[in-house]
């Protein structure tokens, strides 16, 4: 039976809501239009659910059956203990294209290999466009009236062009839409891509104190006692608080952190000169990971840039967890690419309207950049903040000084050794340099760090 309207979950937008006919057929399925989001829907072969239509000609399943999401229901969680977040993804349907975690796809035209994030940034994009929190297209025409490839390309053109760095620009626009339906289809995007993400919890705290505190790794050592590195310092500071562990990429971290501990200086050097031939090949364009992404095999190929991908997909999954906590407030601590991972958390968390929620950070031997072109990133990162940044930086890093800056071809400054140049009353950088001897000596001084804060 046919009916002019269907209630039922968009794979569009991830709202339950109703549906409009819009095409009658006789030989294929009905067309409909979302009303949540306009965007044109079928019937999903296996669920009364509504899968995408007008991008493909064989628009078969709706994004629970594709794989897409683990759950409609689920995407507008709320918790009151981060280490629920693992709930989002736990699967209703049965992924009927078993996508693996590395596909080919066509973006613009070109083929590219490249981590299934990549490929579902323009399916985000367009989520977020759809719902009205990019604006309006080049034209001046509003994104949230258009719809089909029209929306999926000016939603693309609204974030510079996300499906190269895997929806990684899409970050501060999705801060509106962290902790409901699209922040939930974009960290589903993100959950098969980063290897072990999981938030953990350590230490309970006292059940009537809603403050927690979050420590995020980078590199990680050999002797695997990287939480302890965290919690032997927590107990004189956060005692009645309840303390976690986000957990990314752990095996490739600890990996990455054998390598670069031994040769940072030839490892950044020899990466730098890499990057060097291919710009060269690319006719003297502007060199940079961000700038070269129109070669995406540079990027995601490269084992630090594909780190540096990765930990921004983790602070956009860390930022989405935060976001379903109700009466929460949380201090963030971070060491190196994990440093990183809280920027961007802080940049997607920037944009909610709800007030911010983070007390304090803690940034230490951070590999994200902090120079004159960053000013404007950390300055939207402040508006998370209700206390201030603590940036510490050592002139004795040198795997920020070589491998860092050798691998972003020496155009962008690490602020866990340079500092962050914005000035902001939330901002604080802390000197390190006689404390910290080197990149893998900073969690061993947070005690220190912490002592010298909190006086």
């Avoid at 967890?321 to 601590?333: D, E």
């Amino acid at each position: 039976m046919t009916y002019e309207t269907e209630h039922a979950a968009c794979s569009w937008c991830g709202t339950l809501t109703h549906h409009e006919l819009v095409e009658k057929n006789y030989l294929r399925r009905n067309i409909y239009r979302c009303v949540g989001c306009g965007e044109k829907t079928v019937q999903c072969r296996y669920c009364k659910h509504m899968a995408k239509t007008g991008e493909k000609w064989d628009d078969e399943l709706c994004a629970e059956h594709d794989g897409s999401i683990a759950s409609f229901e689920r995407l507008n969680l709320k918790i009151d203990d981060l280490a629920d977040f693992k709930k989002l993804f736990e699967r209703d349907s049965t992924n009927l294209l078993r996508i693996g975690k590395i596909a080919a796809g066509t973006v613009a035209g070109v083929t590219v290999f490249a981590p299934l994030a990549v490929l579902a940034a323009p399916a985000a994009a367009s989520a977020l466009g759809a719902v009205g929190l990019l604006g309006a297209a080049g034209t001046g025409t509003a994104i949230s009236t258009l719809s089909g490839a029209a929306l999926t390309s000016a939603s693309l053109a609204a974030i510079g062009g996300g499906t190269m760095m895997g929806g990684v620009v899409i970050v501060t626009a999705a801060g509106a839409a962290l902790g409901a339906y699209q922040g939930g289809m974009i960290s589903n995007s993100y959950f098969g891509t980063v290897d072990h993400f999981g938030i953990h919890k350590v230490n309970h705290g006292r059940k009537s104190n809603k403050h927690a505190v979050i420590f995020v790794n980078g590199f990680l050592s050999q002797d695997n006692r990287d939480v302890e590195d965290w919690t032997q310092h927590l107990g004189d500071y956060f005692d009645e608080d309840a303390w976690y562990h986000v957990d990314w990429e752990s095996q490739n971290l600890q990996k990455l952190g054998m390598m670069v501990s031994k040769t940072p200086q030839k490892a950044g050097l020899e990466m730098a000169k890499e990057l060097g031939k291919r710009a060269a090949k690319e006719g003297a364009k502007k060199i940079g990971p961000f700038s070269m992404a129109s070669n995406i095999a540079d990027v995601i190929g490269n084992p630090w840039h594909s780190a540096m991908v990765k930990a921004s997909m983790t602070g956009v999954l860390l930022a989405d967890a935060i976001a379903r906590t109700s009466g929460w407030t949380f201090t963030l601590a971070g060491h190196s690419l994990g440093a990183r991972a809280i920027y961007y958390a802080l940049e997607a968390l920037s944009t909610r309207t709800k007030g911010a929620v983070i007390d304090d950070v803690y940034l230490l031997g951070g590999a994200v950049g902090g120079g004159e072109k960053d000013v404007e990133g950390w300055e939207i990162a402040t508006k998370a903040v209700k206390g201030k940044i603590y940036n510490c930086f050592s002139e004795q890093d040198h795997v920020l000084k070589y491998l860092y800056q050798g691998a972003n071809a020496w155009m962008s400054a690490p602020i866990g050794y340079h500092g962050i140049d914005l000035r902001h009353r939330k901002i604080e950088n802390l000197d390190c340099s006689e404390l910290v001897g080197g990149h893998t000596l900073w969690k061993k001084e947070f005690g220190s760090i912490l002592a010298h804060v909190k006086g």
